[in-house]
């Protein structure tokens, strides 16, 4: 089981955060200096940083950029890229910003699809990223890795659906195909059973670093976890 942050050396790391309550509860400035110490302590020891940099608007709007007011997924990842040189994948939609040594193999990613085995999340499910979460609630995250489940066992409450605009840095033409839940389908995600599972067999690791709450995982175990629900039951993801 991974212990904590300090024992990470050369691995594949994303962050997820909702650092809403967080800030409310200790302060704006003290959440990012301990977060900055987690982030410091983790570039040290030569580990890949990957942000979830995602456009949810892109779908509606049809415009995408580099710049951070077109990223939804929270205000950690926009004051990351302004620190570090991170670099951004191309996709509108499920878009990724990676700093450290395995930052080119990451960003060469075909990415066909946002959840399949070529994906970024595809390829950090399958070979053994490291996933922390930062003020998460636990029973209703799913890593995002709960889609790529999905995809590779092609669920009969998704189709493959391609989104289209226009990258207004580059000028150039921009398209994503995601495995998208049938808007029909009255169906919500769930992973509570793959926590569940993983927590009783001690995969998961909850602890504090002063007031932060944080959780971290193999993001393997919770796809090998989940893909093994699906074969039982095409719905066990879903509520």
């Not at 892109?58 to 990842?77: C, H, M, P, R, V």
């Not at 700093?99 to 193999?105: N, S």
Request: aromatic share 14%.
């Amino acid at each position: 089981m991974i212990q904590n942050y300090k024992t990470l050396k050369n691995q594949k790391i994303i962050f997820f955060s909702d650092l809403s309550f967080l800030i409310l509860k200790i302060g704006h400035k003290k959440l990012i200096d301990n977060i900055m110490e987690i982030i410091e302590n983790l570039i040290k020891n030569k580990n890949t940083i990957i942000l979830p940099t995602y456009n949810f608007n892109f779908a509606q709007t049809k415009k995408t950029s580099f710049e951070d007011k077109f990223i939804t997924t929270g205000y950690l990842n926009k004051y990351l890229l302004k620190k570090y040189k991170f670099l951004r994948t191309k996709k509108p939609i499920y878009n990724y910003a990676v700093f450290g040594p395995e930052q080119e193999k990451i960003l060469s990613l075909e990415q066909t699809t946002a959840f399949g085995p070529n994906s970024v999340i595809g390829h950090l499910s399958m070979h053994g990223a490291v996933a922390i979460g930062i003020g998460l609630d636990l029973l209703n995250f799913n890593w995002v890795t709960i889609h790529v489940c999905e995809e590779i066992s092609k669920v009969p409450y998704r189709f493959y659906k391609k989104f289209y605009g226009k990258n207004i840095d580059t000028k150039e033409d921009v398209s994503e195909k995601i495995f998208v839940r049938k808007k029909k389908i009255n169906l919500e995600n769930t992973g509570v059973k793959i926590y569940h599972n993983l927590k009783k067999r001690d995969k998961i690791n909850i602890y504090k670093f002063k007031k932060l709450d944080i959780a971290s995982i193999n993001l393997s175990d919770y796809y090998k976890v989940g893909i093994n629900f699906l074969k039982k039951n095409k719905y066990s993801l879903v509520k």
